[in-house]
């Protein structure tokens, strides 16, 4: 691993009332658009040069992330930047170290981040758990799949127990995703997901994305993410998503080994992206909050290079 530049005497808390404004305007500075309703909270961490002046900031979301069954205590970084006047001399760098170790202190084991360069936050331990496929599909083809269509419909407020049933189901088969409370979902996502109705509660949820084309060219639905566990299921929403009224285009987000790559008749655009970066702040703390089968047996060996 190569081993990082950075500034060691950054000085890094939480960024209190005074400093929210300065915060903001380095970041609409540094990501080039309007900041003013970014951070806020203790979640806020502030990077001070040696005259106290505010030079980078980052911001936190103290949620935890499901292994299996294991709910792991997690800190996801959002919003690093550093006030371009002041960038290429190891701030950036400092809050990571400084928030890595402050991140630890709370008893946060892992840390996801979505990456500008994998390489950069390379050098601070995160590496790359985490490829997502994207599929390019017409609605005909969806449709030789022979999937039986259902009624899809936007989630309603009554939803959001199923929802959270089946999105939980789906997370825990898959390592690495959010845990997200009923609140959450009422708050943050219920209003992007779909479900698809059973005779009773829902079979199958997902986050959907409908955007209008130009020039009368329909509709592209982007399927985000797929809740459940049965795949025909999952199919069934996709085919009642592509027979929607006007729908030309749809865009399924998938996990790599997804059976839905192998789902259709004819060869289609595929492309498969990096995503999500992690780095595991805790080895002792994160393998404590797994819960293995009371008959494994295993060896597990690491090497931590702080
Ligand atoms: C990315 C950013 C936070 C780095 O801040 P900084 O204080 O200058 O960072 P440091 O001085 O600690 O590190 C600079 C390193 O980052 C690298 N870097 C900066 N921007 C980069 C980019 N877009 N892609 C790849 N590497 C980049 C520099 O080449 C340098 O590499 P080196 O350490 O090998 O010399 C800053 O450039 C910024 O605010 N950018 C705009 C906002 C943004 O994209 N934020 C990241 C969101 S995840």
């Known amino acids: 691993m190569d081993q990082p530049k950075y500034n ?18 380095l970041a609409g500075r540094a990501f080039g658009e309007d900041c003013q309703e970014w951070f806020g909270g203790d979640t806020t961490l502030g990077g001070f040069d040696t005259d106290g002046t505010i030079v980078c900031v980052l911001d936190y979301d103290p949620a935890s992330m499901w292994w299996g069954t294991a709910q792991i205590p997690a800190g ?9 006047k002041h960038q290429g001399r190891g701030h950036a760098g400092g809050l990571m170290v400084k928030t890595i170790h402050l991140l630890r202190e709370q008893g946060r084991c892992v840390c996801p981040l979505w990456p500008f360069s994998f390489a950069w936050y390379g050098k601070f331990g995160w590496s790359c758990p985490t490829t997502v496929a994207t599929l390019k599909l017409w609605p005909d083809l969806v449709r030789r799949t022979g999937a039986p269509v259902g ?5 309603e407020p009554d939803d959001v127990a199923e929802i959270e049933r089946l999105y939980n189901a789906s997370a825990q088969q898959r390592n690495a995703q959010s845990v997200r409370s009923a609140a959450q979902w009422e708050k943050r ?33 982007v399927v985000r993410e797929l809740h459940g566990t049965s795949f025909a299921e999952q199919l ?17 987000n998938v996990p790599p080994d997804s059976l839905f790559l192998h789902a259709f008749s004819e060869q289609f655009d595929i492309s498969s992206e990096h995503e999500l970066a992690l780095r595991v702040l805790d080895v002792p703390g994160a393998l404590r909050h797994l819960q293995p089968a009371d008959d494994l047996q295993a060896c597990v060996s690491f090497e931590v290079a702080d």
């Not at 009624?151 to 989630?155: D, E, L």
């Not at 779909?194 to 130009?214: F, K, P, T």
């Open 236 to 252: 069934s929403l996709v085919r009642s998503l592509a027979e929607m009224e006007q729908v030309t285009a749809i865009e399924l």
């Open 189 to 221: 996502w219920r209003s992007q997901v779909w479900v698809l109705e059973a005779d009773e509660g829902l079979a199958c949820s997902a986050l959907v994305r409908i955007r209008q084309l130009e020039r009368g060219q329909g509709k592209r639905v």
């Open 151 to 155: 009624t899809v419909r936007p989630a």
């Open 8 to 25: 060691a005497d950054l000085q890094v808390r939480p960024v209190g009332d005074q400093d929210l404004g300065a915060a903001r305007n």
């Open 76 to 84: 996801a970084i959002g919003g690093v930047a550093t006030d371009p």
